[in-house]
Nanobody, 120 residues
Framework: QVQLVESGGGLVQAGGSVKLSCAASRTIFYDDVLAWYRQRPGEQREFVASITGGGRTNVAVSVKGRFSISRDIIRKIAYLEMNNLQPEDTAVYYC??????????????WGQGTQVTISS
């Protein structure tokens, strides 16, 4: 029942920057989590960054210092700002959301992904 829609992907030169957006259809509360994953060509999907409704962030070591995550609670959007992009950052970037229920269950949803291609 929850939709996650990514946008902002495209072609960018090495050293450039891009900001991705993930729009959610469900209200984000304090402990709910929005995250970004990516899948590089020939590789398995990997964690990139996450943020809770309360603003707590986690960023993968591989991209720390170049990528940052933020969110807009009112607009229900998570952003991934990517700086100093390199060819190895070329991947399909996916949005992931986890919502905690009162009964202890966690609902997880995925977006369809957006392609980011870095040219050298």
């Amino acid at each position: 029942q929850v939709q996650l829609v990514e946008s902002g992907g495209g072609l960018v030169q090495a050293g450039g920057s891009v900001k991705l957006s993930c729009a959610a259809s469900r209200t984000i509360f304090y402990d709910d989590v929005l995250a970004w994953y990516r899948q590089r060509p020939g590789e398995q999907r990997e964690f990139v960054a996450s943020i809770t409704g309360g603003g707590r962030t986690n960023v993968a070591v591989s991209v720390k210092g170049r990528f940052s995550i933020s969110r807009d609670i009112i607009r229900k959007i998570a952003y991934l700002e990517m700086n100093n992009l390199q060819p190895e950052d070329t991947a399909v970037y996916y949005c992931n959301g986890r919502w905690s229920e009162n009964n202890g269950d966690v609902d997880e949803y995925w977006g369809q992904g957006t392609q980011v291609t870095i040219s050298s």
